[in-house]
Structures are given as C-alpha cells and as structure tokens.
C-alpha cells in the first residue's frame, strides 16, 4: 500500500482545507447533507446492530457497534462528503499555513454545520421515525439510552469528550491522506472512529441524528439538544484545530519555507 509521510500528509491537508473552503455553495450544502446523512446512517447502523443483544455480553456490545460505525466516514472520506469535525482540522491547517482567511473558515464551518443536521435529521426522522427503525422496541431502548448518556453530562464533561472525539475523528481523516487506495483509506479511517465510538466521546454530527431521534419519540426537546450542542461544537473544534491542526503545523509547517530559503542562501554561499 502506497504510504504519505507525516509531512506530506500536513501538506495534502492543507490543499484539501483551501479547496473545502473555496467550493461553490450549492455544492458545499450537497456535500454537507451528504456527510450529515452518512454519519447518521453509521450512528443507524450501529444501533440496529446491538439493540438486541444480550447484556451479558457487556462491553462486548460496544465493541461491535463500534466497528460498524465508521461506514459513515469511510462514505464521507471514499463517496465524497463534507463533515464539520473532518474540516476543524484541515481548513484550519489551511489558515495556518496562510492559504485562507479566518472569515472563510467561519463561513465553511457554519453552513457545514448547517448542512451536516440537515442531513443527520433527515435520516433521523424518515428513517429513524417514519420507518421506525428506532421507533420502537430495543431499537427505541437503545436510542433513549444513548441520548439521556449525551445529554446528561455536564457543559466540561460535554466539552472534554468532543475534544477526546476530534482528536479520534480528525487523525483517522488525517492516515486516510497518508493512503492513496482504497483499502488503505478504509483501514485508516476503521480503527480511530471504532476507538472513539467504543470509548463513547461525543461527536456534534453524531448527536445531530442520536438527540432528534429520541425528540421525535418525544423523549427530549430541542432545547436539551441545544444545551449539549455547544459544549459538544466547542470540543470538536479544539480537538481537530488544537490538537491536531495546530500542534502539525507547528511540528511539520511552521518556518518551513523560511528554513528551505536559508538552505538555498547557504548552498550560493558555497
């Protein structure tokens, strides 16, 4: 399998950062809808996998949703999709290393943020709802359980497990740069998104199709979504933009072309 050093991927982030940030709208919001929906169906998926398992199974269960999970970025990453949590890291790469400006990040990140729970709601409500395929029974358990887990912790405690999410979800975008097949970007992206699912860290376009389907069961209000929204949004940007975006650009960008022009200065001196 063909492999990208460290570096070379920092580099390839940044072209995919400058050219997510400068698509034209309408196809922005396609490719937003289209992410919100895949990581919904992902999150749909992991559900009707282990509702019905037997609880002496134990963390077993969790296990096993999780490995289903990451369909839903493998579709974003392989079919084509923009995701909120995937660009916190490369378009503020692209900001860092001067590509963009600050007013196109924000504008990126708002009506990704705004596609994306159009697209997971979407699958909440018709699929999730409509067909019932968390409507109801264990399947209905499930989603109740998964979002009174969400919703019940604290604005840290929401805070903290989104940065431990797009730390998880950010590096599995940034090995799938590292590859240039298929296979490879699949494997890439399996093991942090199962990590991060399996561990249970809160990722705002998950919540965006896990909270809306126990609200259509009547189980929350928007309000409570809201409420873990913004910690959950707070979160997910610190730990693509933090901690992995900024710490890469200073460990693999930073001074890079003022070091290669003294380089080139010292060989003319020679």
Not at 13 to 30: H, N, V
Not at 62 to 81: D, Q, S, T
Not at 146 to 161: E, R, T, V
Request: charged letters at 10%.
């Amino acid at each position: 399998m063909a492999y990208h050093t460290p570096k070379r991927v920092a580099e390839l982030s940044i072209e995919a950062g400058a050219r997510k940030a400068t698509l034209p709208l309408l196809t922005m919001l396609i490719l937003g809808f289209l992410a919100g929906a895949f990581i919904a169906l992902g999150y749909l998926l992991d559900i009707r996998v282990v509702a019905d398992l037997p609880h002496e199974w134990g963390s077993f269960i969790n296990l096993l949703g999780a490995a289903v999970f990451p369909v839903g970025l493998m579709l974003v990453i392989i079919a084509g999709g923009e995701l909120l949590t995937g660009n916190m890291m490369s378009v503020t790469l692209a900001v860092l290393a001067g590509k963009l400006s600050v007013g196109r990040l924000l504008s990126n990140w708002f009506w990704i943020t705004v596609s994306n729970f159009v697209g997971a709601v979407f699958v909440a409500y018709f699929f999730g709802h409509v067909v019932g395929l968390v409507a109801e029974g264990p399947y209905l358990a499930k989603t109740l359980a998964i979002a009174d887990g969400k919703l019940h912790d604290n604005f840290l405690q929401a805070f903290l497990s989104g940065i431990g999410c797009n730390w998880l979800v950010t590096l599995a975008v940034w090995l799938s740069y590292a590859a240039d097949d298929i296979a490879g970007k699949i494997l890439a992206i399996w093991f942090p998104i199962m990590a991060f699912v399996a561990i249970g860290f809160q990722h705002v376009v998950a919540n965006m199709f896990v909270i809306p389907a126990a609200i259509f069961a009547g189980h929350a209000s928007w309000a409570d979504w809201f409420a873990n929204f913004v910690p959950v949004f707070l979160g997910n940007a610190a730990g693509g933009a933090v901690f992995v975006a900024l710490l890469y650009w200073m460990a693999y960008i930073r001074g890079t072309n003022q070091k290669a022009s003294l380089v080139s200065l010292r060989k003319g001196v020679k």
